[in-house]
């Protein structure tokens, strides 16, 4: 397991958009993944924006009473472009240039406001395809691996502008390559949003210098609603192939979906945010293995905390099915049409007469 070399160990906040006093001590080492559950307006953007803010509210604590301690391993501080935070609207990806956008938005701007625009990563395609090829080729894996229907991408030459832009190519449901190319306007909106996240990730930790492998990069990456524009599947897999990709960089997310816990590695802790008029928004560190759970017992635990689980549309008359998988169920109902078609009136009888005799 790789030592991450910045991570978020405590954090004490007051007075901060709705938060009285809320802290949370003894983050384990090496938490690579924290995950903030929580309703909807009960604080966990106030939080990724308190941890996003942590050097500036020092810098003016005295001066708006904000009390904002937040401890980092072994008290090794990030640079200001190493903590990086993203809003719920990620789709806005800029036409301009990549120092023009990181000079006019902070590298969490994104998390405060929904103008803001995140670094187009095309850039660097059509920039590294001519004068730094390994790096390209890294770009390329990494968006093939969390894009598991991107076939390649490729750079061409648009022959009215003469200008360079950027085509990808998708597959089929069978894993075949679709003829016809995209533009990344064309993409679906779950593609796009991570073709401009983590686009705007990577521009941002290579801004002072580019590593020759990717996977070094280091920093704490906030991203707000982690699941937003992802299917079911993607969500999970997306924690799978950050971790695996990005294993130096710590990812402190808010989500309302059990999918993403299941792709989280061994060392990911949960916090529960909690609101209420006396006591503010309160964080609360819980002490739950939701590594052997299922996504219906980690939605009726405390990190979700719902309850009623039965579908509205369910009749009086039928049970609800309890199988772990639809797989499951649909053996069950298979089994079952067997057992009937085998067990006809004289092999039922024959059986109660077996039982009765034994």
Do not use: C
């Not at 559950?37 to 924006?49: A, C, D, M, P, R």
């Not at 890294?138 to 076939?151: A, G, H, V, Y």
């Not at 560190?285 to 309850?307: A, E, M």
């Not at 089994?335 to 009765?356: A, C, S, V």
């Amino acid at each position: 397991m790789t030592m991450l070399p910045i991570a978020l160990k405590s954090f004490h906040i007051k007075n901060y958009r709705g938060i009285i006093d809320t802290r949370i001590d003894n983050i384990p080492d090496n938490t690579q993944w924290i995950f903030l559950t929580g309703e909807n307006g009960f604080g966990k953007t106030s939080v990724l924006q308190a941890v996003a803010n942590w050097n500036k509210m020092k810098s003016f604590m005295a001066k708006v009473d904000i009390l904002m301690t937040i401890e980092f391993r072994e008290n090794k501080y990030p640079k200001p472009n190493q903590i990086l935070g993203y809003g719920s609207t990620r789709l806005r990806i800029s036409a301009g240039s990549a120092i023009e956008v990181m000079d006019k938005y902070s590298s969490t701007e994104s998390l405060f406001s929904n103008e803001a625009l995140l670094v187009n990563i095309e850039e660097n395609f059509k920039d590294w395809k001519i004068n730094y090829p390994k790096g390209y080729e890294q770009l390329e894996n990494i968006f093939k691996t969390l894009i598991p229907r991107l076939d390649k991408i490729e750079v061409k030459v648009d022959e009215k502008s003469k200008r360079n832009k950027i085509e990808y190519y998708e597959l089929d449901e069978e894993g075949q390559p679709l003829d016809k190319s995209v533009e990344l306007n064309e993409l679906a909106s779950g593609y796009k949003n991570i073709l401009g996240m983590i686009g705007d990730m990577i521009n941002r930790l290579t801004r002072e210098a580019v590593p020759e492998d990717l996977s070094s990069l280091e920093g704490i990456v906030l991203i707000d609603e982690f699941e937003l524009h992802l299917h079911p599947k993607y969500q999970k897999l997306f924690v799978e192939k950050l971790t695996e990709l990005f294993p130096k960089i710590q990812f402190i997310v808010s989500t309302h979906s059990p999918i993403p816990l299941l792709g989280a590695p061994q060392n990911s802790v949960i916090i529960n945010v909690s609101r209420t008029k006396e006591e503010g928004i309160k964080a609360a560190l819980l002490d739950i293995d939701f590594s052997v759970l299922t996504p219906n017992t980690i939605l009726s635990s405390p990190i979700f905390g719902f309850q009623d689980l039965v579908p509205e549309s369910k009749s009086n008359d039928k049970m609800i099915r309890t199988e772990d998988t639809f797989a499951e169920l649909k053996f069950n109902d298979q089994l079952k049409k067997d057992i009937n078609t085998f067990l006809t009136k004289e092999r039922q009888e024959e059986l109660l007469k077996l039982i009765k005799t034994s």
